[in-house]
C-alpha cells in the first residue's frame, strides 16, 4: 500500500513537472512574439522615418519621380557595411506593394538583406537605402525564399542628380548616409523573408505574397507607412469624408466585418481601417480597387 502511494505521488509529482515545463514554454513563447512584434513596430516606423528623409532630400528628385511608377519598394533605414579587407553589409527591410490601379499600398513584409564584396573597405558605414522594384518580374523574384540581386533580377544604382535619366533595370537602388558612401553595391546581395516577423506582426504564419498581393493581412501600425507611401492625400480627407456619407457606409462596415474584414468600429465614420477593409475586399472580388465606399459596393455587399 505504502508503495503504491509513493508510485502515485511520483507520476503526480512528473504530471505537475510536465505541467510547469509547458506553462514556462508558452510563457517564453508569448514573450518572444511580443518582443518580435515590437521588434517589428519599430522597423516600420523608422522605415517611414527614412521615406520622409528620401522624399524631403533636394537631391533626390529621380528617386521621387521614379516612385511614382514603381511596382514595389524595399525601405532598409539602417545597411551596415562593415570590414577590412573583406567587406559586407546587412540589414532588415520592409517590403510593399503598389496596386496596379491606383496609387493604392500593401501592408509591409519583412525582409533581410545581406551581401558579401571584396575590396579594400575599411570602417563601418551605416546607410539608409531604398530599392525601387520597377518591374512586376522584380517584384514576384523577391517572393521567393531568398533570391539574389543582379541574378534573377537586373538592378542599377539610381544617380541623385535632377537631370538624371530614367533607368530601364527592375530594381533601382538609392542610398543616404552620413559622409560618403562610396562604392555601395548590392550585386549578389540576397533578399529573404523574415517569416518570424511577419507572423508575430500579423498574428499568424502568412507568405510575402499573401501580404502584397492578396491583402490577406492587415496592421494599424502601418497605417502612416502606406499612407506616407500614397502621398499627400489622405484616407481620412475633407473629400473622402464626403464621399462616405452618400453612402450608409455603418451597413458596408457592418456587411464587411461580417464576411473577415476588420474595418474598425462601425460608426459610420471614413478612416484608414474602413478603407483598408474597402481594398482588400475589391482586390478579392474583382472589383476596382478603390479603397473608397460606392453604392456599387453597398449593393454587392448586400446582394452576397
Known amino acids: 500500500m505504502k508503495r503504491s502511494m509513493t508510485v502515485k505521488k511520483r507520476w503526480q509529482l512528473r504530471g505537475l513537472a510536465v505541467l510547469a515545463l509547458w506553462t514556462l514554454t508558452h510563457m517564453l513563447s508569448a514573450t518572444l512574439a511580443a518582443q518580435t512584434r515590437d521588434d517589428a513596430q519599430q ?3 523608422k522605415a517611414e522615418r527614412t521615406l520622409h528623409a528620401f522624399q524631403d532630400d533636394p537631391q533626390m528628385d529621380w528617386f521621387r519621380e521614379n516612385l511614382r511608377h514603381a511596382r514595389g519598394v524595399l525601405i532598409v533605414p539602417d545597411l551596415l557595411r562593415a570590414g577590412f579587407i573583406f567587406g559586407g553589409a546587412g540589414g532588415q ?3 510593399l506593394g503598389r496596386a496596379r490601379a491606383g496609387n493604392l499600398w500593401s501592408m509591409p513584409a519583412f525582409y533581410d538583406i545581406g551581401s558579401v564584396s571584396f575590396g579594400l573597405q575599411i570602417g563601418a558605414e551605416v546607410a539608409e537605402v531604398m530599392l525601387l522594384i520597377m518591374t512586376e518580374r522584380g517584384l514576384h523574384a523577391i517572393f521567393s525564399t531568398d533570391f539574389k ?13 535632377v537631370a538624371a535619366k530614367a533607368a530601364t533595370a527592375d530594381v533601382l537602388a538609392y542610398s543616404r548616409a552620413q559622409g560618403a558612401f562610396a562604392g555601395l553595391t548590392l550585386e549578389g546581395a540576397i533578399v529573404a523573408p523574415k517569416d518570424d516577423w511577419n507572423a508575430a506582426y500579423y498574428g499568424k504564419t502568412v507568405k510575402p505574397i499573401q501580404i502584397i498581393k492578396a491583402h490577406a493581412v492587415s496592421n494599424e501600425g502601418a497605417e502612416r507607412l502606406t499612407q506616407a507611401l500614397r502621398g499627400p492625400s489622405s484616407d481620412t480627407s475633407p473629400a473622402l469624408q464626403s464621399a462616405s456619407t452618400a453612402y450608409d457606409l455603418s451597413t458596408i462596415q457592418t456587411e464587411l466585418k461580417r464576411r473577415g474584414y476588420d ?9 484608414p481601417a474602413t478603407s483598408q477593409a474597402i481594398r482588400q475586399y475589391q482586390m478579392q472580388r474583382g472589383l476596382p480597387v478603390t479603397g473608397q465606399p460606392s453604392l456599387a459596393l453597398q449593393r454587392e455587399l448586400s446582394g452576397e
Open 93 to 95: 527591410g520592409v517590403l
Open 43 to 45: 522597423l516600420v516606423d
Open 263 to 271: 474595418p474598425g468600429v462601425a460608426d459610420g465614420q471614413m478612416g
Open 149 to 161: 540581386l543582379g541574378a534573377e533580377v537586373s538592378v542599377a544604382l539610381g544617380p541623385t542628380g
